[in-house]
Each structure stands twice: as structure tokens, then as C-alpha cells.
């Protein structure tokens, strides 16, 4: 079968992870079209490296300045650029790997052109799951995970009936802050914030995991993939990220995925998917003692869980305004002008300020979106 595919974002952690998982595969795995944002350099290397047939880049400034250099690929132009990139005959799997809400019009382009998703982007699904879901099933597209407690819940769902779990247990590593005081995690600064003790990801999920906002959105991610009730999953913390998930079915019996934190296992299982090939990430070495640990979140110390728990019960618009103005707050944070205390404070008051649309079209969702960008930034001026 072809597996000619797309990154999205192949110049950011995920991408280049894929991109190495990919040349580990060998054919009939092919990188044949990459997208980069301000990382010219590095995506200029890539297409050196891949040869792909398309790419897109930011703007027609980038296209100038990499036209001599992309081998005869077609350049594609902005987001437009990427909808249309992503509906090439030559292309079979996309890889979402943007980060944000940025990455949404690309997966809703692809599911429209009936390519596998393979998807990493988890807020395309807290955005517009409610539209994102239903275009994949009414096309018969493939979602498969790439978020690595999705993937490990996709593969332990394997072992049972939808109509037979229980409930999803989602591991959480908690973050650089888990063990410390309130006072001390509201002042963290950006390099403390950003020294995840278990994964080296991009800067935004970083800050998420600090926040724990990750997992909350992880969690909404959860819901639509699943098609389950935020009642039937449970969040705790892990802080070995071994256990990247579990299934507990009605019996009683808990299924887990376990291996060492590494992106490229679950990259290389969504692109594989149904088949295993011999993996290039360490094994899981049980020669050696270690043990694994397990321990409820503290809510109070990380807000963002309970607001992320009610958002996925409003549904409607609220995914939507909390992944907007918790984008803005992190940027606000990243650039010196927040406390990492004031992060969830920010979305907070931007999703109490919100009028809630229940059943949402794209355009509400795109407004919303916009609408909670334009608050919290006030929030964070006042
Ligand atoms: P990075 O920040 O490392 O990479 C983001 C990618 O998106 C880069 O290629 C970047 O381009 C591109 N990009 C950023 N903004 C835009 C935009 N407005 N338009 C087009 N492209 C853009 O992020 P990660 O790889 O860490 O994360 C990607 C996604 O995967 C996120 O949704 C994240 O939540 C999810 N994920 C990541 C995991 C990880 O281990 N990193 C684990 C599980 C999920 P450039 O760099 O050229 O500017
Ligand atoms: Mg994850």
C-alpha cells in the first residue's frame, strides 16, 4: 500500500521525530510534502534531505527565498497554501503537526480529501471536534492518534468492545511543578517552566504541561476521539510516563501501553497502523529495578484540569475560547508579560466572559476563536 506523506510542521519536534521515523521505515514510507513556518533554515535542510514534490511555507517572502533551493517542488503560500497543499493526488497520509488552532482549516481540508490523519494536533479536535469528527465519519477517514496517551488508549481499546469499556484512565507526567509549592509554581520562570522532567517537546506544550492545560486538552482530545463523556475519564498522575494510558473495561480488567517516553513509538504506530515494524526508539529495559508510580492530580494547585473538565461538558463554542485565550496567555507568558500563575487565570476569565453557542458552525468556532484571542489579550493588558 503507498504511504506517500504530508508533515504538517516538519520543522517542529513532532515533524523532524516523524521525518526520522519515516527514513528509519524506509519504502515504502516517503516524506513527499513538508511545511514550515519561521524556520526557513531548518526546512530548507529537510527538503535537501527528503525531496518532496510540495512544500509551504509562510508567505510569499519565504517562497522567494526558498524557491532556488526546493529542488523543483511546488511552493505553496500561507494557510490558504496548506489547505490546498494537503488535497494533492500524491498524497495518501497527512501528518497534522501544527501547533494551535493554526493547524485546524489544514485537518478539516485533508479529512474533505479523504487522506488519513494521522494527528498530533490535538487542539483541531478542542477547537471543532463537534465538526471535525462527524466529517471524518461521514468520509471514512482514518483518525489515528498521535498524542502518545491517545495512542496508547487506541491500541488498548483493541482488546475489548466500545460498548464494554468502563472508562479511560489518561496518564499525566505532571510536569516540571508537580512537586512544588503553589507560591513557589505561580513565579516559575520561563527556563524552569520550560524543563519538562520526562519529554522534550515544542516550547507551547511545554508551558502546557507545566500548566497542565495539556492534559486538560488532552483530555477534550479524548472525548472526540473516543466518543466518550468526560465522566469516563480519569486523569492521573504518572510522573515516569512509562504508562502512557489505560483502558479499564467492565470486568475489571486495565490494559496499558507501556514504553520509554519517546514521540517516534506513537509516530510510528499511526503511520503503520494496522502492522508493527521493528521500532528505533529504546525498548523498555526490565532488567534493570524501577518502579512506577501513580497519585491523583492535586486540582486546586492546577486549575486548568477543573476548567478543562467543565469545558468538555459545555461543549459547544468553550473548547474553542479556553485553546484561544490559553494560546495567548501562553505567548504572553513565553514573552515576559504574564506570571506563570496568571496562565489560568487568563483562560479562565476569558471562558467566564463567553457566551456559549452550542451547536457551533465552522465560522462561530473561527470567531470564537478570534473573539477569545481579543479578550485575553485585554485580560492580560488590564
Ligand atoms: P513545535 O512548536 O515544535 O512545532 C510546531 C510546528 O508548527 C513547526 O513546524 C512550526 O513551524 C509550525 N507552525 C507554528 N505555527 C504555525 C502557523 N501559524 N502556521 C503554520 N505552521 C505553524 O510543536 P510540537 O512539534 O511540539 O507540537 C506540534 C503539535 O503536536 C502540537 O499540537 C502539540 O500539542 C502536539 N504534540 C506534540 C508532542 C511533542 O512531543 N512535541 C506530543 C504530543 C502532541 P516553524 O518551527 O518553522 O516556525
Ligand atoms: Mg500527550
Known amino acids: 500500500m503507498s504511504k506517500r506523506i504530508a508533515i504538517l510542521g516538519s520543522t517542529g519536534s513532532i515533524g523532524c521525530n ?20 519561521r524556520n526557513t533554515a531548518r526546512l530548507v ?11 509551504a511555507v509562510r508567505d510569499d517572502e519565504a517562497a522567494g527565498a526558498i524557491a532556488p533551493l526546493a529542488g523543483g517542488a511546488v511552493l505553496y503560500r500561507g494557510a490558504d497554501g496548506l489547505v490546498e497543499m494537503v488535497q ?17 482549516p489544514a485537518v478539516m481540508s485533508a479529512i474533505q480529501a479523504k487522506k488519513t490523519i494521522a494527528l498530533a494536533n490535538k487542539e483541531a479536535l ?15 477517514v482514518e483518525l489515528l492518534p498521535v498524542d502518545s496517551e491517545h495512542s496508547a488508549i487506541f491500541q488498548a481499546m ?4 466500545r460498548e464494554d469499556v468502563k472508562r479511560v484512565i489518561l496518564t499525566a507526567s505532571g510536569g516540571p511543578f508537580r512537586d512544588w509549592p503553589v507560591q513557589r509554581m505561580q513565579q516559575a520562570t520561563v527556563d524552569e517552566a520550560l524543563a519538562h522532567p520526562t519529554w522534550n517537546m515544542g516550547g507551547k506544550i511545554t508551558i502546557d504541561s507545566a500548566t497542565m492545560f495539556n492534559k486538560g486538552l488532552e483530555l477534550i482530545e479524548a472525548c472526540w476521539l473516543f466518543g466518550l463523556p468526560p465522566s469516563k475519564i480519569e486523569i ?3 510522573p515516569e510516563s512509562v504508562v502512557h494510558s489505560m483502558v479499564e473495561f467492565v470486568d475489571g480488567s486495565v490494559l496499558a501501553q507501556l514504553s520509554p517516553p519517546d514521540m517516534r513509538t506513537p509516530i510510528q504506530y499511526a503511520l503503520t497502523w494496522p502492522h508493527r515494524r521493528n521500532g528505533i526508539s529504546r525498548m523498555l529495559d526490565l532488567t534493570k ?3 512506577l508510580n501513580f497519585e491523583p492530580p492535586n486540582f486546586d494547585k492546577f486549575p486548568a484540569l477543573r476548567l478543562a473538565y467543565d469545558v468538555a461538558c459545555m461543549g459547544g463554542t468553550a473548547g474553542a475560547v479556553m485553546n484561544a485565550a490559553n494560546e495567548i496567555a501562553v505567548s504572553a507568558f513565553l514573552e515576559g508579560n504574564i506570571a506563570f500563575g496568571r496562565i489560568s487565570a487568563v483562560v479562565a476569565d476569558t471562558i467566564s466572559q463567553h457566551q456559549l453557542q452550542e451547536h457551533p458552525s465552522m465560522d462561530d468556532l473561527l470567531e470564537a476563536d478570534r473573539w477569545a484571542r481579543n479578550q485575553a489579550n485585554l485580560i492580560i493588558s488590564q
Open 158 to 161: 483493541q482488546a475489548g468492545r
Open 126 to 140: 478542542v477547537v471543532a471536534g463537534s465538526l471535525v469528527i462527524p466529517e471524518a465519519k461521514k468520509r471514512g
Open 45 to 55: 535542510e529537510q527538503i535537501r534531505q527528503h525531496r518532496p514534490s510540495a512544500v
Open 236 to 238: 492521573v498522575i504518572h
Open 88 to 104: 494533492r493526488d500524491d498524497i495518501d497520509i497527512v501528518l497534522a503537526a501544527i501547533v494551535g488552532a493554526a493547524g485546524l
Open 289 to 291: 529495578a524501577f518502579s
Open 18 to 37: 516523524a521525518l526520522a521515523v519515516i527514513e528509519h521505515l524506509g519504502a515504502p514510507y516517503q516524506a513527499v510534502a513538508l511545511s514550515g513556518n
